[in-house]
């Protein structure tokens, strides 16, 4: 039901598998090393239905912060080694050549991640004609296609019409996602091999970005930078709910009430009922995620609801996660 | 208590006069023409306590969109007309010069107004030497003074030196304003004779631009770009409120069964009951707005709340309105 | 031989006509208006062998500043009048769709005049599947492509592909040139039907975009932005002469005597003698211009020359004709 | 006699000593280590007559190339470590603030390496209130003040007024330089202790910022972005008599006949004689440089003669150096 959002308006056209799995146990591998948490899904036919994703390969990396230099390496350490991984599972040789396609709006913060990512990359493919560069790297090409607002082209067209002209041996799309929650925007870097498949979940193969509509490996690479206003409120019922569930618990708590700093009741785990969350918010206290979403959508679109949340710093943070992934992608790609 | 959520955070220093007025009958003047409503209100002692508002002449235009050329035109000529009143009302000479200021930060795009509106000013002070220019014009220059979170340097303290070296007759500042409202987000220019007063409210005299500190005539231009997540989380609410009334009422009218498009509750007056919103929302609903604001402050902070709504286009609209206001003050300023 | 002069080096790819038939008496139908020039040449099989130009209609449209606004106006009247005709010259019909390509580099200021001419298109293409647009409008889509060293791609490629994917019926390409003289910069838009021919002359047809390679009609804009080093080291001597011939002859006037500016020796006809030259200049004075600039290319190469010359503005002026050309092609193209 | 040619009309203030004193022997110290040259002269009164240089020191470091990574590490490296020294022989103490200045046009390429160095200074300056820092930090504080062709102030008042209200202990300032080579372009540093002197020479002081005038140390670092086109014709003529006379010399050496490059005029000593000059250029040959810049000055000011030389690839390498140049003072500044 909340497919009926159409988070496509603001160009961003694809979202975060991590999001549809994180109810169904045991189908996922979970790694946390120095406070990055790195999940892996291999969606096969059977979670395919259950999940509404393409079957393939899902790499989900999350982190606190990429402003701090060290914490940025780290980032990029783990995005080299996961990159590379699915480049071996995936059988594509060391001289295998790319095109790499930065998805996006150049022109709207929170979308220009892809552009801003292919500023980042060393491009060899015409310096091959030249013989001028050592064995180290390998063909590599880009591609800003726009989008479609902007160029009047349907992106995945301008791909394919380049793609079948220039044969590279796979491609790798960059693209900025939408977020069902605020805590991941811009923490947050999937990477997957299903391509990019513009609208949501499986079956519009139209303008689907994928191996059996080009025929060569597809790795897509992702960054959630925006949530929809409808999100923010969904995701704050629930924090309410959460918040008030606490309070109760520990409004006679002693060590409390001398607490400088206010208590987190996001820190401790909390059994949450029904019942407290209709007192806390009536009728609207007693619907599910999806109902009060799409409720959230009745509301707000008489008046004329166009909204995002970003972060206040996105320009920055979209800045350097563009600097990771480009540089990351380089240092995977060729021999540097 | 709603001024306990840090709005400096991103950079927005002020905020709109007529959001704090609007429950005070009859001390605003009010004219609507072609769509574009003109709010005038002067402030005086008595009201300056109510509102928590400096003393002073606030303007406020309202409009649709500046995106459509016709439109754009239409209130460029209003913003001309009643700036030109208020250099008028405060007894600004023909040739007194004037020093431009536009505040905020270039990085960041909703904070960005100031910075672009000034590429678009016409700059003569330094062509008066060379007499190089016909009577037509009087003396304007301008400054950027950035944010002290990328200058290191306090803003008001780069004005006034400036002010006192340079000696202008009077100022202009430029800035872009946090609104409580998305409906007003990029579509109401405030002009006012108060100046700026970063942080919030009257009183805090040390970084204010203004008469008081700088001895000349400070004028200041903003326009919201901007809403606290808070807002569109509290304002939400109160929609849910207006729809669910609404729904009720029509329930079983007939004619909207045979309805196409979803009816509107905005369009529509609604009496609005309070027992309503406590069975749709429970003991949410039993709060005033500045409850649920610093309640919804409480939540949002554990979870490291840093997030601001924008319209998806901001990029687009910023552009229009700094274009708009920048021309705006040109034909104002010069005779051209 | 001037041709050994590898102008590609910084991204130019095309040049001006009419420096090719300035030479060649009555091929060419001039109008001067409100100090605009309009020179049109229709190259046949015979001038075709003289001037190494390819067959076709070439307009150059002349003028002397574009940042005064009255004179912007005219020039955008008259490139708007001229790109008509040609429009009706070559039979396109009010609802053929375009295709608008920005060649260029858009990080490098003197060849960024494609992209951001772009930038100020009018793109309805993806609209009209949405039934959205009045019959004021035809279909108009853009392209970016980028230039080789920063995408790794070949531009004609790349074009080629899109052209043959989207079968628009007709292209429009804006690109900037290199000029053979400063006088020229950045005050001369040249209008041709005969697409882009990378390199120089005719021949090279490889990378060729023509109606005889796409089998559409392929209209080229073109400004020249900048002038090659060697340029204005051989326009300097020429100068020099002139300069030298005219002080001779009024060494002895005695109304320069009393004068208090510069005389101007391009004003007045001078006539020019080789021993003049000679004198001046020694054996450079000996030397046809070809021959000077085959030295001066051979003098410069070893110091790793690799120099542009631009008006010091050009940044500002770049954007000043790009609007032009961006807006002149919209109100050509639409009915607006 | 050079200084009547106005290089401050496209905004650059100020030049390099280097070129002043290349001509007079034993007064500088110079080393070479990695192909990076490091040049030290300490002007005082006597040289200052000579040179028309302020009294102090300049240090000029000469390199190939900064795209280079290897490279751009080499001189980074020797950047600091003269930084440093600089900072030592001026007895500035490890705490003491620090503001940092951008100078020139950010909106024209090779005018904005101030304003470009800047965006990569760490500024600690108001976080000082927060005892935020470790004390690896000292107070650094920046400001872009802009040209007065935009501004409309004169941009040395800016700096007095700023440096008089904040008081920091001593300033760096950042300029785009103009070189009377296009050897030196974008591959040279200067850096002075004598301040910033805008017009040429010594005895304007009006418009200086010096110890001087500001009573706190003014470190002043410099790289030149570009040649005037008066400096490339010149240098071609030079260049033109050393090819010629190395042709001569060379004509029946049987082994330049077997050669497939070029031969390289400028890898060799030869010695130059005024006869060869004058055969070659005839009257021209016989003029000293500064007659020569004289004469074409002359020769190019009636055709509005408003021509800079820069490389193609300017865009990228004010990109690179400023970067160097702000991460090396970044590393000098703080303990990082």
């Given at each position: ?237 629930n924090y309410m709910h959460k918040h008030y569930t606490y309070s109760k618990l520990n409004i006679?708590n002693?060590?409390h ?5 206010q208590p987190n009741y996001l820190k401790e785990k909390i059994e949450l009922n029904?019942?407290d969350?209709?007192?806390l ?56």
């Open positions: 039901m909340e497919h009926s959002i159409d988070l496509s308006k603001y160009q961003i056209r694809t979202d975060l598998a991590i999001e549809s799995i994180k109810d169904i146990k045991d189908i996922s591998e979970e790694v946390v090393e120095d406070n990055i948490k790195v999940t892996k899904v291999l969606v096969d036919d059977k979670i395919s239905k259950i999940i509404n994703k393409k079957n393939g390969n899902y790499i989900t990396i999350e982190f606190d912060d990429v402003t701090d230099i060290t914490n940025y390496n780290k980032v990029k350490k783990v995005f080299i080694k996961e990159l590379n991984n699915l480049l071996n599972k995936l059988k594509i040789a060391k001289k295998d050549s790319c095109l790499i396609i930065g998805l996006g709006n150049s022109k709207s913060t929170p979308d220009s991640l892809g552009p801003l990512t292919i500023n980042n990359i060393i491009v060899t493919n015409h310096l091959f004609e030249l013989d001028e560069l050592s064995d180290k790297y390998r063909r590599v090409s880009v591609l800003v296609p726009g989008v479609m607002g902007q160029t009047g082209l349907e992106t995945s067209d301008v791909i394919s019409s380049i793609v079948n002209k220039f044969k590279p041996n796979f491609i790798i799309v960059i693209d900025a996602l939408a977020s069902q929650s605020i805590e991941r925007v811009n923490k947050t870097i999937q990477i997957t091999d299903t391509g990019i498949h513009p609208g949501s979940g499986i079956g519009n193969s139209r303008k689907e970005i994928s191996y059996e509509t080009l025929n060569i490996p597809c790795i897509a690479i992702g960054v959630p930078t925006v949530v929809d206003a409808i999100t923010i409120v969904s995701d704050t019922i006679n002693p060590s009430k001398l607490m400088v700093t029904k019942k969350k209709e007192t918010l009536g009728i609207v206290g007693t619907l599910e995620e999806n109902e009060i979403k799409q409720l959230l959508f009745e509301v707000l679109t008489p008046i004329g609801y166009n909204m995002m949340v970003t972060p206040k710093e996105v320009d920055f943070l979209i800045e350097k996660l563009s600097n990771l992934i480009g540089n990351g992608i380089n240092e995977t790609l060729h021999n540097i």
